[in-house]
């Protein structure tokens, strides 16, 4: 395996349209070490994909802006990349096997003492120990029905406690990078600042992705 000293940092890009979230975002300092490329949905072309490693696809990104992207985002994948698509971007339209399902939100349940309903599971899966239960358990916009070889970290359950469908995802079958597909969007509450759990799952999971991305060149 390669030191620590002499690796090379993974090239990372954020896919992005702009708002005040995703901006926000991009700014913390807490994610300089990851030395991001920010790359603007509406400005921005396929060829700043073609050098980077990691791709993440900021949530909450207007349809218009991301549909065009899908080919190039696609074909990171195709390529051995390593491709993450947060929540409420209508991947069941664009991505490859990714089926959704709308679900209303508990937003306050923390609160009211409501069940979530949110489950972690196989938790024995390598990219599960990247998740703590609080970067898990927090919110989501929908459901997903995982393509056939992808591996689910956490479901929601319906009230009667059958499973409902995937939260997130990890797909390392259907192309020959990975694909990390979620519901839960993260960029949009650690830029404004609100709901528990939204930082940690940002952090974990471009962690998983640089890492990742580490373990699986250096295995070859």
Do not use: K
């Amino acid at each position: 395996m390669t030191p620590e000293s002499t690796r090379r940092p993974p090239r990372i890009a954020m896919l992005h349209c702009g708002s005040h979230a995703q901006l926000a975002t991009l700014a913390d300092p807490a994610l300089e070490p990851h030395v991001i490329r920010p790359v603007h949905a509406r400005t921005g072309s396929a060829t700043d994909l073609a050098d980077v490693d990691v791709v993440v696809v900021a949530d909450r990104i207007r349809p218009d802006l991301l549909t065009p992207w899908a080919d190039a985002l696609i074909a990171h994948a195709e390529a051995g990349g390593t491709l993450v698509v947060l929540g409420e971007n209508d991947v069941g339209t664009w991505l490859p096997g990714a089926r959704e399902q709308i679900r209303p939100t508990i937003f306050w349940w923390w609160r009211t003492g409501e069940d979530s309903r949110i489950r972690r599971c196989d938790t024995e899966h390598p990219a599960a120990g990247w998740f703590t239960d609080r970067a898990l358990t927090w919110h989501y916009h929908g459901v997903l029905d995982p393509p056939e070889g992808a591996v689910s970290l956490v479901e929601l359950h319906t009230p009667e406690g059958d499973v409902d469908g995937s939260l997130l995802y990890v797909d390392e079958v259907s192309t020959p990078g990975r694909l990390l597909v979620t519901t839960m969007d993260p960029v949009y509450h650690h830029g404004s600042g609100f709901m528990p759990g939204a930082t940690q799952l940002l952090y974990s999971v471009l962690r998983w992705a640089a890492e990742g991305h580490h373990d699986r060149h250096t295995a070859r």
